[in-house]
């Protein structure tokens, strides 16, 4: 009886919410159970895959029953996970969750790379592919395909396969380039962003082994750059056929200070033309391994980073812009609010966000912080580097630890901050950057 009547009171008042025509957006980056986006799971998003039952309609993130497989449909069962979740402030499974997550691996003098990979599952090393690919790599999925981004030195774009991590093939960017990202937008047009020039590479990733036709043009940046020529372009995303670039800006004549402020280049893919540029606010949108993240449902572009590393603790931050009316619309969060330099940072809707920042002394920190409180949650600290953190549906955040002295991935849960990984998971080498997959 104790449990009956609030499952009932739950019913009629998800029924009261239909016939109210209640809308529950659904964020890109919302974790399992959060239909409303806030970074949470509560009773209004209970109500809300009761609301997908009802309507007949599938949302992966809705799909929670049984736990650990789902059944491809959304039901009141469903409803009744994502309740018993709220609760208890607990994160349920859903098929988005990650069966493995991909790590690429840099010894610690970073002469040596490789790949690995981990079951999500078992939190066990699940395969090794040592040497396989140069130190400093970071991986990206893109157009249903597993890439590897061979940065400096390497300056080649590799397929994988995502199941054996063997390399299908491998081309060059052009020498001494150092690319940073990778988007396709067909399986014959991709672009590559070039930290060491001033120009986008356009590529054909149909190109294959013999990476003939690989590299099919180049689009000039270098009016968008700072006086020393290079607009150092770092991390990219797709709205549309509008392909958006963030330029740091860096002044190579004073130790890669930021010159100015940051901007995002825009190009029409359609014409392979650049099209014009966003304006930032925050100077050097940098991350260690991603920071340009696009959430479709909000139809928000985010850019991050430090700012002026080490001397200014509370400048950076994380910036929204509108990519329909190439505008910013200021900052979501602040170096100051953040509490240091931002390094690396991952959203859970629009409501929540988690972040490395380091201090002036680089000891770096893992923070769940709340954007509507503006408080701050501690989950890891470190005096050595954090080069990732990647959160996945299921509400678990993985983060790649480099202390050379133990160094492996460490997975946290979310929703209270414990470490899920009594000691950390060594894949063979350090661990650089991260990637959760699933099939």
């Not at 825009?266 to 606010?281: F, H, I, K, W, Y």
């Amino acid at each position: 009886m104790i449990r009956t009547r609030p499952m009932a009171l739950f019913f009629c008042a998800a029924f009261l919410a239909l016939a109210a025509g209640a809308v529950f957006p659904v964020p890109a980056k919302a974790l399992c159970g959060d239909l409303s986006g806030d970074g949470y799971v509560r009773a209004s998003d209970a109500l809300a895959v009761l609301s997908e039952a009802v309507r007949g309609r599938y949302d992966s993130r809705a799909d929670l029953a049984p736990p650990g497989s789902g059944d491809g449909r959304v039901t009141a069962t469903d409803a009744l996970v994502a309740l018993r979740a709220a609760v208890a402030g607990t994160t349920p499974w859903c098929p988005l969750a990650p069966a493995r997550v991909v790590v690429s691996l840099a010894a610690c003098d970073f002469v040596t790379g490789g790949l690995a990979a981990i079951d999500a599952a078992e939190l066990g090393l699940a395969g090794q592919r040592p040497g396989a690919v140069a130190a400093d790599t970071v991986l990206r999925w893109s157009g249903g395909r597993l890439f590897a981004i061979g940065r400096f030195g390497a300056d080649a774009i590799a397929e994988l396969d995502p199941d054996t991590l063997d390399v299908l093939w491998q081309c060059s960017v052009g020498a001494g380039s150092n690319p940073h990202d990778l988007v396709l937008v067909s399986p014959t047009l991709g672009y590559v962003s070039r930290f060491d020039s001033a120009s986008l590479a356009i590529i054909d990733p149909s190109a294959g082994p013999s990476c003939q036709g690989f590299l099919r043009g180049e689009i000039d940046l270098g009016a968008l750059a700072d006086a020393d020529g290079f607009p150092e372009m770092d991390q990219m995303a797709l709205v549309g056929d509008r392909l958006f670039v963030a330029l740091e800006r860096l002044d190579r004549n004073d130790f890669f200070r930021p010159a100015t402020n940051a901007a995002l280049a825009v190009v029409d893919t359609s014409r392979n033309t650049l099209e014009g540029a966003v304006e930032l606010t925050i100077e050097n949108p940098f991350a260690e391994t991603k920071g340009l993240i696009y959430d479709p449902d909000a139809g928000l572009l985010y850019a991050g980073g430090p700012g002026r590393l080490f001397t200014d603790l509370e400048d950076g931050g994380i910036e929204v812009v509108d990519p329909v009316s190439s505008t910013s619309l200021g900052l979501v969060a602040s170096g100051k609010e953040l509490g240091g330099d931002l390094t690396d940072f991952a959203l859970a809707g629009s409501g929540r966000v988690f972040a490395i920042v380091a201090d002036a002394s680089f000891v770096a920190s893992v923070i769940d912080f709340d954007v509507a409180t503006g408080t701050r949650r501690l989950l890891f600290r470190s005096p050595f580097l954090v080069s990732d953190i990647e959160l996945s549906a299921d509400g678990r955040l993985w983060v790649a630890d480099r202390n050379c002295s133990q160094p492996g991935v460490r997975v946290f849960d979310v929703d209270d901050g414990h470490e899920l990984t009594p000691d950390p998971i060594y894949p063979g080498l350090t661990p650089f950057n991260l990637l959760p997959w699933r099939k």
